[in-house]
């Protein structure tokens, strides 16, 4: 077992104290393409989480197999206890998703939009919950337009509300600030802060920011050709790299360049 563990107790006997996303030996193979290639890590709770990468280094397919809309070639998924897809109808409700490359229907308003999504996840009190969210978000200028009027930060903010409608427990993220000016992109990760620490949520969050990546998270998962080139926090990779960015280190792993080993 690693530091981060790799084991998958199938049954576990407290859910509660499961962690919040258990990856064993997961791959995932397209007609030729080994997207994913047998990762496994173990997620805990409350933690923000990067998965880093290269195009097509499996980020998004790993992302997709967690939330069950991808069936796994071969290896194990739980989530909050649950094994996925198998017990999906257990969890789909306490976790949610975010991309900006998802498009809402885009003659439905804004409010139109989160109302649909929130009957969806069965939302107590979803007039309510929609105010919060929109106030929160800074939602309420543009509310009742049509969502395919909205600038991308807009769109952004939207996208994040649907995500938080349901207050899940899990947060799957796929580049949240893609394509936004510095002070959105900013202000969307102070929220995604302010949320995490509310709600003692669990948020694991494809990014190509590395910014972001050392601003947000606690540890990241470097992924390169669908597998798992390294795993630590922030700052133990850019020590183990010996460089002063995650940048530097992002540019190292996608150009083969060895590790300079310093610990
Ligand atoms: N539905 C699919 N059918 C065939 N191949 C796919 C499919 N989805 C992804 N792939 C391939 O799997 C590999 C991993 O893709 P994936 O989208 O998971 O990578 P990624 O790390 O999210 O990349 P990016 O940063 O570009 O979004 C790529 O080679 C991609 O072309």
Redesign the pocket.
């Given at each position: 077992m690693t530091s981060h563990g790799t084991t998958l107790d199938p049954a576990p006997i407290d859910r509660r104290e499961a962690a919040a996303i258990e990856v064993v030996h997961l791959s995932k193979v397209?007609?030729t393409?080994r997207?994913?290639d047998d990762i496994s890590f173990s997620i805990a709770r409350g933690s923000i989480t990067g998965l880093l990468?290269?195009?097509?280094?499996?980020?998004?397919?790993?992302i997709a197999m967690i939330m069950g809309l991808v069936l796994p070639t071969s290896g194990r998924i739980a989530v909050l206890g649950h094994p996925m897809p198998g017990e999906s109808a257990h969890v789909l409700g306490r976790m949610n998703f975010e991309s900006p490359y998802v498009d809402m229907p885009a003659r439905l308003t804004v409010r139109q939009n989160l109302t649909i999504f929130g009957r969806l996840y069965s939302v107590m009190h979803l007039k309510a919950r929609i105010e919060k969210l929109a106030s929160e978000l800074d939602l309420v200028d543009f509310i009742d337009r049509p969502s395919g009027k909205l600038s991308a930060g807009q769109k952004t903010r939207v996208a994040l509300a649907k995500a938080l409608i349901n207050q899940p427990e899990l947060l799957l993220l796929d580049e949240p600030t893609a394509s936004l000016d510095p002070d959105t992109a900013d202000w969307i990760r102070r929220h995604l802060e302010t949320y995490r620490k509310e709600n003692a949520a669990t948020i694991l969050l494809?990014s190509?920011n590395m910014l972001e990546v050392e601003r947000l998270c606690d540890r990241v998962i470097i992924?390169k050709r669908?597998r798992i080139e390294d795993d630590d926090s922030p700052q133990q990779i850019m020590a183990r790299y010996n460089r002063a960015t995650m940048e530097e280190v992002f540019l190292d792993v996608a150009r083969g360049r060895v590790q300079e080993a310093t610990s």
């Open positions: 397209y007609k393409t997207a994913v990468g290269g195009n097509g280094a499996g980020k998004t397919t790993t494809a190509h992924m669908g």
